[in-house]
C-alpha cells in the first residue's frame, strides 16, 4: 500500500501578502506619463516586476503593464538597460 504524502501549504507563505498600494492610494493613477511611478514597478534591467514580487493586485497589474509599455513606445521608460561587466 503506497500512501502518498501531501504536501503542506505553508501558512507563512499565504499570509504574508502586501496589500496594493495603487488600492490604497486611489489618488496615485496608473498613466504613462507619470514616469516616477512607473519606474518604481520596474526592475534595475527594464523589467517589469512580476505581482508576486511587487504585491500589486491583478486588476492594477494588467493596468500598470499597459501603462509601462505605453511609456516605453514613448521612451520614457528604457526597453531594456545593459549592465557591463
Ligand atoms: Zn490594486
Given at each position: 500500500m503506497a500512501v502518498r504524502k501531501r504536501k503542506k501549504k505553508k501558512k507563512k507563505d499565504l499570509q504574508r501578502r502586501k496589500p496594493c498600494p495603487f488600492c490604497l492610494d486611489p489618488t496615485l493613477d496608473i498613466d504613462y506619463k507619470n514616469v516616477e511611478v512607473l519606474s518604481r514597478f520596474?526592475?534595475?534591467?527594464g523589467k517589469i516586476v512580476p505581482r508576486r514580487n511587487s504585491g500589486v493586485c491583478a486588476k492594477h497589474q494588467r493596468r500598470l503593464a499597459k501603462e509601462i509599455k505605453r511609456a516605453r513606445f514613448l521612451a520614457l521608460i528604457p526597453y531594456i538597460v545593459y549592465t557591463y561587466r
Open positions: 520596474v526592475s534595475e534591467k
